[in-house]
Protein backbone atom coordinates (compact mmCIF):
# COMPACT_ATOMS: atom_id res chain seq x y z
CA UNK A 1 0.00 0.00 0.00
CA UNK A 2 1.06 3.42 -0.24
CA UNK A 3 3.69 4.50 2.25
CA UNK A 4 5.29 7.69 3.44
CA UNK A 5 9.39 7.30 4.00
CA UNK A 6 12.24 9.39 5.11
CA UNK A 7 15.42 9.63 3.46
CA UNK A 8 17.80 10.09 6.36
CA UNK A 9 17.36 7.54 9.05
CA UNK A 10 19.70 9.98 11.13
CA UNK A 11 20.94 13.44 11.32
CA UNK A 12 23.18 14.79 13.70
CA UNK A 13 23.29 18.40 13.86
CA UNK A 14 25.49 20.91 15.97
CA UNK A 15 23.88 22.72 18.79
CA UNK A 16 22.12 26.04 17.29
CA UNK A 17 22.70 25.38 13.58
CA UNK A 18 19.38 24.69 11.61
CA UNK A 19 18.38 21.10 11.20
CA UNK A 20 16.47 20.21 8.09
CA UNK A 21 14.46 16.67 7.70
CA UNK A 22 12.85 15.36 4.71
CA UNK A 23 10.24 12.99 3.79
CA UNK A 24 8.89 11.78 0.73
CA UNK A 25 5.10 10.25 0.60
CA UNK A 26 4.17 7.73 -2.23
CA UNK A 27 0.31 8.86 -2.27
CA UNK A 28 0.02 11.78 -4.76
CA UNK A 29 -3.66 12.23 -3.13
CA UNK A 30 -2.96 12.96 0.10
CA UNK A 31 -4.04 16.41 1.67
CA UNK A 32 -2.75 16.76 4.80
CA UNK A 33 0.35 16.10 6.66
CA UNK A 34 1.59 16.21 10.27
CA UNK A 35 5.15 16.18 11.79
CA UNK A 36 5.73 14.04 14.88
CA UNK A 37 8.30 14.61 17.53
CA UNK A 38 8.81 11.27 19.98
CA UNK A 39 11.34 10.57 22.79
CA UNK A 40 12.28 7.77 23.87
CA UNK A 41 9.82 6.10 26.18
CA UNK A 42 6.86 8.77 24.80
CA UNK A 43 3.79 9.12 22.56
CA UNK A 44 4.42 11.11 19.65
CA UNK A 45 4.18 14.85 20.11
CA UNK A 46 2.40 17.41 17.51
CA UNK A 47 4.28 19.89 15.94
CA UNK A 48 3.15 21.43 13.38
CA UNK A 49 0.64 20.83 10.23
CA UNK A 50 0.48 21.33 7.02
CA UNK A 51 -2.33 20.64 4.02
CA UNK A 52 -2.45 20.47 0.56
CA UNK A 53 -3.24 23.90 -0.71
CA UNK A 54 -0.41 25.51 1.13
CA UNK A 55 3.22 25.11 0.61
CA UNK A 56 4.92 26.62 3.84
CA UNK A 57 3.82 27.00 7.64
CA UNK A 58 6.09 28.66 9.95
CA UNK A 59 5.41 27.67 13.74
CA UNK A 60 7.73 28.45 16.49
CA UNK A 61 11.43 27.49 15.71
CA UNK A 62 9.72 25.29 12.63
CA UNK A 63 8.86 25.29 9.28
CA UNK A 64 7.63 22.80 7.26
CA UNK A 65 7.21 22.82 3.36
CA UNK A 66 5.39 21.18 0.79
CA UNK A 67 6.48 20.24 -2.60
CA UNK A 68 3.46 18.49 -4.07
CA UNK A 69 5.16 18.31 -7.85
CA UNK A 70 7.65 16.14 -6.45
CA UNK A 71 5.98 14.98 -2.94
CA UNK A 72 8.62 15.86 -0.61
CA UNK A 73 7.75 17.41 2.74
CA UNK A 74 10.47 19.18 5.21
CA UNK A 75 11.01 20.03 8.86
CA UNK A 76 13.19 22.79 9.63
CA UNK A 77 14.34 23.46 13.05
CA UNK A 78 15.84 26.66 13.49
CA UNK A 79 18.63 27.23 16.17
CA UNK A 80 18.40 23.58 17.07
CA UNK A 81 18.68 22.87 20.76
CA UNK A 82 19.26 20.13 23.30
CA UNK A 83 15.61 19.58 23.09
CA UNK A 84 15.14 18.69 19.92
CA UNK A 85 17.05 15.34 20.56
CA UNK A 86 14.15 12.89 19.36
CA UNK A 87 12.87 10.79 16.61
CA UNK A 88 10.68 12.87 14.45
CA UNK A 89 8.23 11.10 12.04
CA UNK A 90 6.17 12.58 9.17
CA UNK A 91 2.33 11.38 8.28
CA UNK A 92 0.44 11.42 5.57
CA UNK A 93 -3.40 11.61 5.15
CA UNK A 94 -5.63 11.25 2.41
CA UNK A 95 -9.04 12.65 2.91
CA UNK A 96 -10.88 9.63 4.67
CA UNK A 97 -8.44 7.24 4.91
CA UNK A 98 -6.07 7.06 8.21
CA UNK A 99 -2.46 8.46 9.03
CA UNK A 100 0.41 6.56 7.15
CA UNK A 101 3.54 7.33 9.16
CA UNK A 102 7.14 6.47 7.88
CA UNK A 103 9.75 5.02 10.01
CA UNK A 104 11.25 8.37 11.33
CA UNK A 105 14.52 10.02 11.84
CA UNK A 106 16.46 10.32 14.78
CA UNK A 107 17.81 13.51 15.34
CA UNK A 108 20.99 13.78 17.60
CA UNK A 109 22.03 17.56 18.67
CA UNK A 110 25.58 17.64 19.48
CA UNK A 111 27.22 20.07 21.83
CA UNK B 1 -5.95 20.48 30.14
CA UNK B 2 -5.70 17.27 29.93
CA UNK B 3 -4.14 15.72 27.27
CA UNK B 4 -4.95 11.82 25.61
CA UNK B 5 -4.58 9.65 28.34
CA UNK B 6 -4.07 6.45 28.47
CA UNK B 7 -4.08 3.41 31.23
CA UNK B 8 -1.85 0.79 31.93
CA UNK B 9 1.34 2.67 31.61
CA UNK B 10 3.11 -1.09 31.25
CA UNK B 11 1.85 -4.89 30.95
CA UNK B 12 2.83 -7.74 31.04
CA UNK B 13 0.90 -10.98 29.35
CA UNK B 14 1.83 -14.75 28.54
CA UNK B 15 1.09 -16.22 25.17
CA UNK B 16 -2.38 -16.88 24.67
CA UNK B 17 -3.99 -14.73 27.30
CA UNK B 18 -6.37 -11.27 26.56
CA UNK B 19 -5.43 -7.66 26.98
CA UNK B 20 -7.74 -4.58 27.38
CA UNK B 21 -6.02 -1.23 26.76
CA UNK B 22 -7.88 2.00 27.79
CA UNK B 23 -7.70 5.57 26.27
CA UNK B 24 -9.71 8.84 27.20
CA UNK B 25 -9.28 11.72 24.45
CA UNK B 26 -8.93 15.50 24.60
CA UNK B 27 -12.24 16.79 25.82
CA UNK B 28 -14.14 17.70 23.19
CA UNK B 29 -12.44 14.93 20.93
CA UNK B 30 -14.90 12.65 19.13
CA UNK B 31 -12.64 10.67 17.09
CA UNK B 32 -10.24 8.10 18.98
CA UNK B 33 -8.01 5.93 16.43
CA UNK B 34 -5.35 2.81 18.40
CA UNK B 35 -1.71 2.63 16.78
CA UNK B 36 0.70 -0.12 17.56
CA UNK B 37 4.31 1.20 17.15
CA UNK B 38 6.98 -1.80 16.82
CA UNK B 39 10.14 -0.68 18.27
CA UNK B 40 12.39 1.32 15.99
CA UNK B 41 9.51 2.02 13.20
CA UNK B 42 6.57 4.25 13.15
CA UNK B 43 2.89 4.07 14.34
CA UNK B 44 0.61 1.18 12.48
CA UNK B 45 -2.79 2.01 12.10
CA UNK B 46 -5.19 -0.44 13.42
CA UNK B 47 -8.77 1.51 14.20
CA UNK B 48 -10.66 4.68 14.09
CA UNK B 49 -13.42 5.62 16.04
CA UNK B 50 -15.51 8.04 15.74
CA UNK B 51 -18.88 9.15 17.20
CA UNK B 52 -18.93 5.37 18.37
CA UNK B 53 -18.52 3.70 15.29
CA UNK B 54 -15.52 1.99 13.66
CA UNK B 55 -14.58 4.11 10.66
CA UNK B 56 -11.25 2.70 9.84
CA UNK B 57 -9.51 -0.05 10.20
CA UNK B 58 -5.94 -1.08 9.51
CA UNK B 59 -4.46 -4.75 8.29
CA UNK B 60 -4.68 -6.43 11.38
CA UNK B 61 -6.08 -9.91 12.42
CA UNK B 62 -9.19 -10.14 13.75
CA UNK B 63 -7.64 -11.04 17.27
CA UNK B 64 -7.60 -7.21 17.54
CA UNK B 65 -11.02 -5.67 17.96
CA UNK B 66 -12.30 -1.93 19.54
CA UNK B 67 -14.58 0.01 20.87
CA UNK B 68 -16.10 4.00 21.93
CA UNK B 69 -17.99 4.48 24.65
CA UNK B 70 -20.75 7.28 24.61
CA UNK B 71 -17.87 9.80 26.32
CA UNK B 72 -15.99 9.21 23.64
CA UNK B 73 -13.60 7.03 25.62
CA UNK B 74 -12.51 4.01 23.69
CA UNK B 75 -10.55 0.45 24.54
CA UNK B 76 -8.31 -1.76 22.44
CA UNK B 77 -8.94 -5.44 22.70
CA UNK B 78 -6.06 -7.99 21.61
CA UNK B 79 -7.23 -11.94 22.51
CA UNK B 80 -5.03 -15.05 21.97
CA UNK B 81 -1.82 -12.77 22.15
CA UNK B 82 1.23 -13.84 20.43
CA UNK B 83 4.68 -12.76 21.08
CA UNK B 84 4.82 -10.48 18.36
CA UNK B 85 2.36 -8.28 19.56
CA UNK B 86 4.81 -6.95 22.07
CA UNK B 87 4.79 -3.41 21.10
CA UNK B 88 4.04 0.18 22.30
CA UNK B 89 0.25 0.89 21.99
CA UNK B 90 -1.03 4.53 21.06
CA UNK B 91 -4.06 5.86 21.35
CA UNK B 92 -4.72 9.35 19.76
CA UNK B 93 -7.46 11.61 19.47
CA UNK B 94 -8.71 14.66 16.93
CA UNK B 95 -12.23 16.75 16.68
CA UNK B 96 -13.38 15.35 13.99
CA UNK B 97 -13.06 12.36 11.73
CA UNK B 98 -10.73 13.24 8.92
CA UNK B 99 -8.16 15.98 8.42
CA UNK B 100 -7.75 17.18 12.02
CA UNK B 101 -4.87 17.34 14.15
CA UNK B 102 -4.55 14.66 15.99
CA UNK B 103 -2.62 13.96 19.59
CA UNK B 104 -1.48 11.08 20.89
CA UNK B 105 -1.64 9.87 23.98
CA UNK B 106 2.21 8.57 26.33
CA UNK B 107 1.07 4.86 25.50
CA UNK B 108 0.73 1.50 26.94
CA UNK B 109 4.07 -0.60 26.73
CA UNK B 110 2.87 -4.44 26.50
CA UNK B 111 4.90 -7.43 26.49
CA UNK B 112 4.06 -10.50 26.03
CA UNK B 113 6.33 -13.32 27.09
Known amino acids: GESVGLHLPTLSVQEGDNSIINCAYSNSASDYFIWYKQESGKGPQFIID?????DKRQGQRVTVLLNKTVKHLSLQIAATQPGDSAVYFC??????????FGPGTRLSVLP | DAGVTQSPTHLIKTRGQHVTLRCSPI?????VSWYQQVLGQGPQFIFQ???????GRGNFPDRFSARQFPNYSSELNVNALLLGDSALYLC????????????FGPGTRLTVT
Open chain 1, 50 to 54: IRSNM
Open chain 1, 91 to 100: AENSYGQNFV
Open chain 2, 92 to 103: ASSFGQVNYEQY
Open chain 2, 27 to 31: SGHKS
Open chain 2, 49 to 55: YYEKEER
